[in-house]
């Protein structure tokens, strides 16, 4: 390793930029999860304009993210690279429309593969996890698992993401899970169920370890940041630093929300301040059930970082998702 290789640098180069999210989102006061000193929880909100939550403007934000999301790393550095080098405008064109057309059929072929019970999860909630985890915690992406689990040569089961972060002394492996949901109370019960699983599955878990170090695929400039990644992975490195790495369970749950409905009778100008007293007790519930099903499942020593999003319809915005998108017509 090079003495240059400065790894909060690597790390920063890698995550994405999602300045302009703070548009889409604001928080909401969540309350500390008690019973284990393991586990956070986030709360957003759509942002409201003239009194309603701006919906077609979260699409709009998430489409432009399908990209990153969906391509390795390698490959958008390998396009990005060839588009300097197009001798005029319609090469450059081609070639940037040509890549976003390849994330949008892996999409498409991603919703082929799965049955009609599994579509409704859906993977809107997948890339917004991404960003959440990018933007909120500077936890940028090395794995994408859309890329790998559309391979017919390579089918791919288990989180819905991989992403990293570091505290100075401890590399942190965030696995995704997400779900949409119709109900708040169901979209956690199915992350428990699904991470339950998991943790019951010593093969699945070594699958995760096994994708992280054979299909990172970051490009050349972050060679030297794949191999200090595997020696936090690797117990028998002689730098010590398998024992200074943690694995945190990061999910994401979008839910309907009724009150939406409730503020319809609401002056504009009132909306946004009524629905965060709203929100805010939902917060409340939202911590009590993630207590309930730690404590339990006696999952009081895994690490969980929680991210919650309200919706007026979870079917509405997914639908308005793969529309924007042209993933469906």
């Known amino acids: 390793m090079s003495n240059t290789f400065n790894l909060d ?23 500390k999860i008690t019973g284990s000193n393991r586990a956070q929880c986030k709360m957003y909100y759509l942002t409201f304009r003239d009194g309603l939550p701006t919906v077609t403007e979260f699409v709009e934000f998430l489409k432009w993210r399908l990209v990153p999301y969906c391509l390795p790393r390698k490959h958008r550095e390998e396009v990005s690279k060839r588009v300097a080098e197009a001798q005029d405008a319609v090469e450059m064109e081609r070639l940037v429309v040509e890549q976003r057309d390849k994330a949008v059929s892996l ?27 990018e933007w909120a915690l500077k936890a940028p992406q090395i794995i994408s698992k859309m890329y790998l689990k559309t391979s017919a040569e390579m089918p791919i089961h288990g989180s819905d993401g991989i992403h990293v ?12 899970e997400s779900k949409l949901y119709e109900s708040l109370s169901g979209g956690i019960g ?32 972050m060679e030297e940041l794949q191999t200090e990644l595997l020696k936090y992975l690797d117990p028998y490195d002689s730098s010590g630093k398998g024992n200074q790495h943690r694995k945190v369970f990061a999910c994401f749950v979008g839910y309907n929300f009724n009150k939406f409905a409730e503020l319809k009778k609401v002056s504009p100008e009132k909306v946004e301040a009524e629905f965060i007293k709203f929100a805010e007790q939902r917060a409340k519930d939202a911590v009590e059930l993630i207590e309930n099903r730690i404590k339990s499942k006696e999952l009081e020593e895994i690490n969980f ?8 319809s979870v079917d509405d915005f997914r639908t308005e998702f ?6 469906t017509k």
């Open 322 to 327: 793969f529309k924007s998108t042209g993933i």
């Open 190 to 221: 199915a992350v428990f169920t699904s991470i339950i699983e998991f943790l019951g599955s010593k093969a699945k878990q070594s699958r995760e370890i096994d994708i992280i170090r054979d299909h990172m695929n970051l490009g050349k400039d």
């Open 165 to 176: 972060g570091w505290d100075g002394t401890n590399m942190t492996f965030y696995l995704g």
């Open 107 to 133: 999409f498409i072929k991603a919703q082929k593969q799965k049955s009609t019970k599994k579509k409704k999860a859906g993977e809107p909630g997948e890339v917004i996890l991404y960003i959440l985890l």
């Open 305 to 312: 970082e929680f991210f919650l999003i309200p919706f007026p």
């Open 9 to 31: 640098q690597a790390l920063s180069a890698l995550n994405g930029n999602h300045a302009q999210f703070d548009l889409r989102v604001k928080a909401i006061t969540c309350p």
